[in-house]
């Protein structure tokens, strides 16, 4: 069975970078494309960007200037960062797997507040 | 961007009724449509992928159809473990993008 969990700081100051990290076990993360998406408190859901196993990206166009998706095969993990947050970046973020053109495993969620 | 719209934005239904959602892309998005079902603190579940494959696991009250820029989602009779927010998702125009969701609850 493919799980995903996602780790990393609860709470990030204004203006400081977010920094998240998901943790692939059951698959190896060379296959396939792996996807970060958010979902502000009591909103839709928002694709930020993929990696696939090359360390090819791709990312969303509205957060393009901020994000950096990596990958660490050795740990079968990969990261987000998301720099000079607000308070608009607060949210649920998810990670998960892309076969193609869907997500099928998604990890649990982790909530991250953007808060002095 | 492909803009994608859902309606109703919320449903009440009853148990045993078909329930069917609208989904439309703002471009053609051929069949790379999926649908989500999200419910209260857990992450989306993937339902429908390519606009009407079930994913595997997934009952087969669900079902999906379409191609081009409108889409449904049909639940043919609504169980009690269907009361959920219902999204659907392009994957044909980058970036992707999600609709705003439908909510379903019980009437």
């Known amino acids: 069975q493919v799980r995903l969990q996602e780790s990393g700081p609860g709470l990030v100051k204004p203006s400081e970078t977010l920094s998240l990290t998901c943790t692939v076990s059951g698959d190896s993360i060379s296959s396939y494309y792996w996807s970060w998406i958010r979902q502000p408190p009591g909103k839709g859901l928002e694709w930020i960007g993929y990696i696939y196993n090359s360390g090819s990206t791709s990312y969303n166009p509205s957060l393009k200037s901020r994000v950096t998706i990596s990958v660490d095969t050795s740990k079968n993990q990969f990261s987000l960062k998301l720099t000079s947050v607000t308070a608009a970046d607060t949210a649920v973020y998810y990670c998960?797997?892309?076969?193609?053109?869907?997500?099928?495993?998604w990890g649990q969620g982790y909530l991250v507040t953007v808060s002095s | 961007d492909s803009q994608m719209t859902q309606s109703p934005s919320s449903v009440s239904a009853s148990v045993g009724d078909r329930v069917t959602i609208t989904c439309r892309a703002s471009?053609?998005?051929?069949?790379?449509l999926a649908w989500y079902q999200q419910k209260p603190g857990k992450a989306p579940k993937l339902l429908i992928y390519g606009a009407s494959i079930l994913q595997s696991g997934v009952p087969s009250r669900f079902s999906g159809s379409g191609s081009g820029t409108d889409f449904t989602l049909t639940i043919s009779s609504l169980q009690p473990e269907d009361f959920a927010t219902y999204y659907c998702?392009?994957?044909?125009?980058?970036?992707?993008?999600f609709g705003p969701g439908t909510k379903v609850d019980i009437k």
């Open positions: 998960a797997r892309d076969p193609g053109s869907e997500f099928d495993f």
């Open positions: 471009q053609d998005i051929s069949s790379w």
């Open positions: 998702q392009q994957a044909n125009i980058f970036p992707f993008t």
